[in-house]
DNA sequence: GTGGTCTAGACCACG
DNA sequence: GTGGTCTAGACCACC
C-alpha cells in the first residue's frame, strides 16, 4: 500500500501535501502509466482527512495531466505524462527564495551548491 | 529606488513576495547593515497595495531578525543578522518538489543539476 | 462559555490584552491540550471588537505555541505547549518595575512580599 | 554621575525606560528629597536621544509626583513623593501575567514564589 | 513623518 | 463555517 503522509502542523494545505507526494511518487516512477491510485475514500480514510481533501489532491494532479479521471473508475496514472505548463518562472522564483533563506543561515556559495547536489542524489537514488 | 514588485495574479499572498523580494536584497547584500527601507506608506503607494499589507510585510522581516523596526523611525536592515533557522526539512521538501516538477518536464539528472547551477549562478553573480 | 474582557481605556492594545487572557487560561488549565478555542468571528462579536484584531490575538498565540491555528477548523490549544521563552530577563525587568511602585506607594519589603505572595495564591488557588 | 541606560533594541518606548529607571532610583533611595535631576539636555546628549524623549520621561515622573518640573530650573526629586494613583489593580493584572509566563515556561508554584523572592531580595539589598 | 492599532467590510482558501 | 488576505481610511504613539 502507498504511503501518503500529511503534517497537520505544517501551514502548506494538506490537499497540496498530497498532491505533491503523488507528484514525487510519478516523478520518481514509483507509479507508472496505467496504475491505479487508491480510491478516494480509501485514502481519505487512511490518511485521516476529508473526502473533498482528497478529492481536491486528485483534481490538482488531472489538472496537471498526471492522472486520468473518470467518474466510476479508479484514478489511473497517465503515461507520457508531461506535468502541464512550463511554470519555469516560478521554480526559478522558488530556488531563488530557497537559495536566499541558506545564505542568511550563513552558508556560502559552495555550501548552497552541496546542499542542491545532496538534493538531487537522494531523489534519484531512491 | 528599490524595485519591488508584486504579482497579484499569483496565490502567494502579496505581503509574503514583499518579504520574499527583501530577504533576497538582505540576502545579496544589495541592502546592508544599518541601511533604511522605504517608508511603510511609500512602498505602499509605489507598489499599489494597502499600507496594512506591507506593514505586515515588514513586520515578517522583523520577526525574522532581518530589520529593525521601531516606533518612530524608518525600518532599518539588521547586519550580523542570521535569520531565525528557515528549519532544513523544509527547505529539503520544497527542493525535493522542485525536483519532481522538473523531472516531470521531461528534465533528466544532468539537465536537474544544470538548472541548480544556473540559479545558483544568477544568485551569486549578481 | 469563556469571558473574555477588554479594556479600551487601556494603553495596551485590544488584541494583547485578549492574548494576554487566554495565555493566563492555558498557563491556569482553564483551557487543556486539544480545547478548542471560540472562533474568531463569534469572539470578536461578544468582546465588541473587531475580527482582525482577535485574529491577531490568535496569530500571538500560535506563534508562541499555545494554540494550533488551522485553516477551516476551530483553533485549538495546544498540550505540551512549551511557550516560546519570553525572555527571563524582561520578566525580571517587569517584576522590578512593579516592586518599585509598591515601594513608592509606601510599602515596605514585607508588604512587597505580601502582595507577591497574595497574587501568587490568587493564581494558583483559582 | 547618573547611569541611565536604553535599550533601542526593546519595543519598550524610550521614554518610558528612562522613566522607569528614576522611578526605580527613587524607590531604591538613590535619588533622595531635593536632589536635582540631570537637565534635559544633558541627558539626551548622554543618552543618544531626542531631547523630546527625555522630556516626555520627566513629564511622567513629574504627573506621578515624584519630581518637581519648572521653569528655568532643574528638575528636582519631590520628597515626601507618594505615586499618584494607586493603580493596584493594573499591578495585579501584571503580576498576573508574568505568573502566567512563568509557569508556561514550566516552572512550578515554588519556583514562582522563589523567583519573586530572588526579585524583592535583588531590589532591597542592593 | 514614522510605524502601530483598529474598524468595516469584501472576498478567498480550506476542510 | 473556519481562518486568511486585503482594502480604505481613521486615529494614535513615538521620536
Chains 1, 2, 3, 4 share one sequence.
Not at 490518511?47 to 498526471?66: M, P, S
Not at 502541464?84 to 526559478?92: F, G
Amino acid at each position: 500500500m502507498l504511503t501518503i503522509e500529511v503534517d497537520f502542523g505544517s501551514d502548506r494545505p494538506v490537499y497540496r501535501q498530497i498532491a505533491e507526494q503523488f507528484r514525487g511518487l510519478v516523478a520518481r516512477g514509483d507509479l507508472i502509466d496505467g496504475e491505479e491510485l487508491p480510491s478516494v475514500r480509501q485514502l481519505a480514510a487512511n490518511v485521516g482527512v476529508n473526502l473533498n481533501t482528497v478529492a481536491k489532491a486528485y483534481r490538482i494532479l488531472a489538472d496537471e495531466g498526471l492522472v486520468d479521471l473518470r467518474h466510476g473508475s479508479r484514478a489511473r496514472v497517465l503515461g507520457g505524462a508531461r506535468a502541464r505548463a512550463p511554470e519555469v518562472e516560478e521554480l526559478e522564483r522558488e530556488l531563488g527564495d530557497v537559495i536566499s533563506r541558506l545564505v542568511l543561515q550563513g552558508r556560502g556559495r559552495e555550501e548552497v551548491q552541496a546542499f542542491f547536489e545532496t538534493a538531487v542524489e537522494r531523489f534519484f537514488e531512491r
